[in-house]
């Protein structure tokens, strides 16, 4: 009995698909691609040539291959690089105008699109494959001057203020999946928080991968104003399929002076079956610039989708004092693999970082903590700290800490804390000796362990998160 | 209530426990006294349910089969283990493992789940009785305490749990004769007509403090006298090795 519950609690929650026709662009990654979704978004000629540029240089640049996780290579002809429900080719102007397939599929994952969810006071932008259906809560935000709309929207009818930020803190030259990205993102979310204006809401994305063969490459750009304040986070799920996707994302935060960007991620892509089979790739850049004095930027991520997670959420703290903050939690359970941390670059004066990273391997997955901290020579007064914490589950599962540590300033003090520990097989008994079945006691076990930065997270998503971090581990003891 | 019959438990193939038998019966607390290596911790880990042992034998718990019962539906019917070494949990408070606990346990019976008021109303009580600090409870559970401290926790949890057959491996030892007065207390507190106790122990002293109703002494697997009170006594004097 037990083991049947477990194995219906062990099935992918969000493993459905939708059946809703849709529009692609033919298969494959060429100059037409390119211009068939520049064209079918109607964009201006820059930003077609930005991407074209981009396209450009992809070809000259390699995927790189550092990364522990190791993956079959991944034929970028053989990809769709736009995918839209058909139903949008004329945009909706409602959500009465949305397919109702959609919408249902947006109710079984939860996400308050529809009108009377809106005392759950979170605004939504919803990603299907490649487009943003809605936006909710639209008209309070606008009272106050906050822009948060899709990133097509914002090309539209915010042209200069795209122009002016995209691109600058990933650059199209970056690296193979930046410039993939940037060459071929479709969707993605826009914000922009006025001057001095606290957002009062949280801001939320929620991307999904519906159609198959689909790689989504999203973009979001998110531009915190001086003296402003926006706490956003984004979710993310996808249905069961055998093939593995791709999912290349770029996300770029600019906080200018005073200003503060708070942005959470629980990711919760299809990892693949229980012999790893399917799953998403999750490849993602995401970077943060502090371009002003005092401002700040905060990652926090509860990473416990995907057959492989890669990615670094970064700070680059080039404004006097201003601060950066990484809080992980990574999971990992059958053979999901991941390769994730941040990169800490201190270039202007007193400028502060702080790294908790807890990483929780299980049954035969392999984790990897990998980090740099880079004081540079002009950042006098500046400081790390950097605790990474490593949890294994069974005697099958990998857990690495690789930190690279620079530092060009003597003013300037890192430090770095680790450790590695274990579930062991007598605190459980303990626990469930204490009434608490095994699942219960592996959920307190590694919720005491994930504390600190389940604390960081927005109150309504810490409990979801909390949950989540118990499902992701069920059956990996005993 | 609890019926051990003929039960033999093997780790490696190595004999541990040989035709064990024991009855208890409500209200009745048992000592039981061994040297080092006869089987005593064996003897609490099969009973919480604890894996890795071959066993054969019968035990029953208010006449049902116990080894049908997994580890937390023993702790829902009522059989607590103090445990000899408690284990360190980082990051989880205190307070809040007693109260999933409990809660957990109220559940499994049908009963109402306390809320957060009626559970600290409740903790305070029994904190304040042990003479157990309020602050601890605020800490990680067991994390940083001295051996005193998880001994006296492990009391803290049995008084709240309120638990028909408590089992206590050895929790005498590592106390101070404070302590020691102390967790005896606890534990005579929650002598009542149908709440029994195992007490498992290398030394008489805390018999001084908790008088048992029988004491067996356990050699090589078996027990191989049983008695009044007295026993300990004439165990203490004699020593394990002369004691025939």
Redesign the interface.
Same mark, same amino acid.
């Given at each position: 009995m037990?083991e049947k519950e477990l194995n219906i609690l062990k099935d992918y929650k969000y493993g459905f698909t939708t059946d809703i026709e849709s529009v692609k662009a033919p298969k494959g990654l060429n100059q037409e691609v390119i211009r068939f979704i520049s064209n079918i978004k109607k964009e201006p000629q820059w930003l077609l040539e930005w991407r074209l540029k981009a396209f450009e240089r992809l070809k000259a640049l390699k995927e790189p291959d550092w990364q522990k996780p190791k993956y079959p290579k991944i034929d970028y002809q053989d990809l769709y690089y736009y995918s839209a429900p058909k139903s949008f080719k004329e945009k909706p102007n409602s959500l009465d105008d949305l397919d109702p397939k959609l919408l249902d599929t947006y109710k079984k994952l939860g996400i308050p699109l529809q009108e009377q969810k809106r005392l759950n006071g979170i605004a939504v932008d919803a990603v299907f494959d490649s487009v943003s259906v809605a936006t909710t809560f639209k008209e309070k935000l606008t009272e106050k001057g906050i822009i948060f709309c899709s990133i097509s929207e914002a090309v539209q009818k915010y042209p200069e203020l795209v122009k002016k930020y995209l691109g600058t803190v990933i650059p199209i030259t970056d690296h193979y999946f930046a410039t993939l990205n940037s060459a071929v993102f479709t969707d993605g979310s826009f914000v922009y928080i006025p001057p001095n204006i606290r957002c009062p809401m949280e801001l939320s994305t929620y991307f999904r991968i519906n159609a198959s063969d689909t790689g989504q490459f999203e973009r979001t750009l998110i531009i915190a104003d001086k003296g402003s304040y926006v706490s956003y986070l984004e979710g993310c799920t996808a249905p069961m399929r055998d093939e593995n996707q791709l999912h290349a994302a770029n996300v770029e935060l600019i906080a200018l002076d005073d200003a503060e960007i708070k942005y959470s991620t629980v990711q919760n892509w299809y990892p693949g079956d229980k012999d790893g089979k399917g799953g998403i790739y999750n490849f993602v850049t995401k970077r943060g610039l502090c371009k002003g004095k005092n401002s700040k930027i905060s990652w926090t991520q509860v990473e416990t989708g995907s057959a492989i997670t890669w990615k670094y959420p970064s700070c680059i703290l080039q404004g006097d004092n201003s601060i950066g903050e990484f809080y992980s939690i990574a999971i990992t359970n059958n053979h999901q693999k991941a390769d994730t941390g941040t990169k800490m670059i201190h270039l202007g004066k007193n400028t502060k970082s702080k790294i908790i990273s807890k990483g929780i391997s299980a049954g035969l997955s392999d984790m990897t903590y990998r980090g740099l901290v880079d004081i540079s020579s002009r950042a006098n007064n500046s400081r790390n700290y950097t605790q990474c914490d490593s949890l294994l589950m069974g005697n099958k599962c990998g857990a690495h800490t690789i930190p690279y540590i620079k530092n060009k300033n003597l003013e300037s003090n890192i430090e770095h804390e680790a450790t590695t520990?274990k579930i062991?097989?007598? +605190?459980l008994?303990?626990? +469930? +000796?204490?009434?608490?079945? +095994?699942e219960?006691a592996v959920g307190?076990?590694v919720?005491?362990?994930?504390?600190?930065v389940l604390q960081q997270l927005p109150m309504e998503f810490a409990v979801e998160a909390q949950k989540l971090v118990g499902i992701s581990l069920e059956g990996s003891v005993g | 209530m609890l019926k051990i019959n003929n039960l033999n438990a093997k780790i490696d193939k190595k004999i541990i426990l040989n035709n064990f038998s024991l009855n208890i019966n409500p209200g009745e607390v048992h000592a039981i006294m061994g040297p080092n290596g006869s089987g005593k911790s064996t003897l609490s880990n099969i009973l919480? !349910?604890?894996?890795g042992y071959d066993v054969t034998g019968e035990i029953l718990y208010e006449n049902k089969n116990l080894f049908e019962l997994?580890?937390?539906e023993? $702790?829902?019917k009522g059989i =607590?283990?103090a =445990?000899q070494y408690?284990?360190e949990?980082? !990051?989880?408070n205190t307070n809040i =493992?007693l109260k999933?606990? *409990?809660n $957990?346990?109220r559940r $499994?019976n049908g009963e109402k789940e306390l809320d957060a008021i009626e559970f600290l109303n409740l903790v305070k009580e029994k904190a304040k009785n042990l003479k157990f600090e309020e602050e601890k409870l605020n800490r990680? *559970?067991n994390v940083g305490f001295s051996g005193g401290e998880k001994k006296k926790n492990e009391i803290l949890?049995m008084s709240i *749990?309120n638990p028909k057959l408590s089992i206590l491996d050895e929790t005498d030892s590592g106390l101070d004769i404070d302590a020691l007065r102390i967790v005896a207390d606890g534990v005579n507190s929650l002598r009542k007509k149908n709440n029994s106790f195992l007490i498992i122990t290398h030394y008489q002293r805390l018999l001084d403090y908790i008088k048992p109703d029988f004491v067996h002494v356990l050699i090589n697997g078996k027990i191989i006298k049983s008695g009044g009170p007295e026993l300990a006594l004439e165990l203490e004097k004699k020593g394990y090795e002369n004691f025939n």
């Open positions: 037990r520990s062991s097989e007598d +605190q008994h303990y626990c +469930q +000796q204490r009434g608490l079945n +095994q219960e307190l076990i919720n005491g362990f994930c504390k600190e | 919480s !349910g604890k894996k997994e580890t937390e023993r $702790a829902h =607590f283990l =445990f408690p284990l949990i980082p !990051g989880v =493992f999933t606990s *409990l $957990a346990i $499994a990680q *559970l949890q *749990l």
